[in-house]
């Protein structure tokens, strides 16, 4: 594997998504390195290309790092297929292409773990990519994100970018979206706890059966990560960043639920999708390198839940 060491001392740095939970922890992060960090407001729309190409014209970035996206949970990745699909490629091809064109020096793309096959093997090493069929809730969004990871390699081989991927397992922390209609497990579980807990309800609502198993990061530990490859990765293959142990969805309401203090039950709604049943990614590669996750579940729900307190108390109607 090639492992130069790449400085990011002084560079400018953009992070595109700077607003959402991903990017907003990769800000935080780069905070701690001696660089300049660029974002663009929201009147760039990065689905447009001339809007995409103007930014770059003015900001020149050294670094891009590619944390904006159209995300949601397992309803909404099935309820909106367009728009996952369209806004998705649209903002990868925009960023990767005007990288090449004003010159960065590095692209971090970042994807998610269901890019893998339904049925790939557990714990899912990289190069399970492209060796079976999609989990059909979110193939859509996944393919976006295949074609994502096949633009940095093809840039990389024919115009020599140095241009890397990496995929993050499912995440969770700050920033997070509470809409049950288009949030992520975690964040509708804290939010349906809390609120049942102020209710006095005697139990709330999981979606499915509660069997699949998924794997959990803490959105810091994530930036910790991507921090990590752009310094000291260059090459083709993508690169997972993950925790490295999953549990099940019945078994995180639990935990979710002792965190928050409701001790109610849990009611399956077995009329609403399971998803896969398991995704749980290999970290091999990234641990040889040298780098390990290190907030733990528990303690990362924690702190996510202090930081929905935060957001609700803000915004009462979340
Ligand atoms: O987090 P989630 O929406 O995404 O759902 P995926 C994970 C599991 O939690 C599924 C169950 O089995 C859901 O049925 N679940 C239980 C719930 N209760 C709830 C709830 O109240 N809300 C939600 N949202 N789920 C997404 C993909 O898949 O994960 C994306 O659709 C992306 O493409 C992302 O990869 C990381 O893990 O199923």
């Given at each position: 594997m090639?492992?130069?060491q790449?400085d990011?001392?002084?560079?400018r ?5 700077h ?5 907003s922890?990769?800000?935080?992060r780069?905070?701690?390195?001696n660089c ?9 729309d ?8 103007d930014w ?7 670094v891009v790092v590619?944390?904006?996206a159209?995300?949601?949970g ?10 996952f699909?369209?806004d998705?490629?649209?903002i ?7 990288s090449?064109q004003?010159?960065a ?7 998610s773990?269901?890019?893998?096959p ?7 090493p990289?190069d399970?990519?492209?060796t079976?069929?999609?989990?059909p809730?979110?193939?859509?969004y996944?393919?976006a994100?295949?074609?994502g ?8 081989r ?6 890397i991927?990496?995929m ?8 997070d979206n ?9 964040p509708?579980?804290l939010?349906?706890a809390?609120?049942?807990k102020a ?8 979606w499915?059966?509660?069997?699949p ?24 293959e ?14 995180l ?24 049943l ?7 590669r990234?641990?040889?390198?040298g780098w ?7 303690e990362?729900?924690a702190?996510?839940?202090?930081a ?7 915004t009462?109607?979340?």
């Amino acid at each position: 594997m090639n492992s130069p060491q790449f400085d990011l001392t002084g560079k400018r740095v953009y992070v595109a998504g700077h607003k959402g939970m991903v990017g907003s922890a990769i800000v935080r992060r780069l905070g701690a390195e001696n660089c300049e960090i660029l974002t663009a407001d929201r009147s760039v729309d990065l689905r447009e290309q001339k809007a995409v190409r103007d930014w770059f014209a003015c900001n020149a970035p050294d670094v891009v790092v590619i944390a904006a996206a159209k995300v949601g949970g397992i309803l909404a990745n099935d309820s909106f297929p367009a728009e996952f699909l369209y806004d998705n490629l649209m903002i990868e091809a925009n960023l990767i292409e005007a990288s090449r064109q004003y010159g960065a020096q590095k692209v971090l793309f970042l994807g998610s773990s269901c890019i893998y096959p339904k049925f790939a093997p557990q714990p899912i090493p990289e190069d399970a990519l492209l060796t079976g069929p999609l989990e059909p809730t979110n193939e859509w969004y996944a393919i976006a994100k295949i074609a994502g990871i096949k633009l940095s390699q093809a840039y990389r081989r024919q115009y020599n970018c140095d241009f890397i991927s990496a995929m993050p397992t499912n995440l969770y922390g700050p920033g997070d979206n509470y809409d049950l209609a288009s949030s992520h497990v975690m964040p509708a579980l804290l939010r349906k706890a809390h609120e049942a807990k102020a209710a006095n309800a005697d139990s709330i609502e999981i979606w499915g059966t509660g069997t699949p198993r998924r794997e959990f990061l803490h959105v810091d530990d994530l930036a910790d990560g991507c921090v990590f490859l752009l310094k000291s990765y260059s090459d083709m293959e993508h690169v997972n960043i993950g925790s490295g142990t999953d549990i099940s969805i019945a078994e995180l309401a639990k935990l979710v639920c002792q965190i928050v203090g409701f001790d109610g039950a849990l009611r399956f709604d077995t009329s609403r999708p399971d998803g896969t049943l398991r995704k749980l990614m290999s970290g091999d590669r990234i641990r040889s390198m040298g780098w390990t996750p290190r907030i733990e579940l528990a303690e990362g729900i924690a702190d996510a839940y202090r930081a929905f307190l935060d957001h609700y108390v803000a915004t009462p109607k979340v």
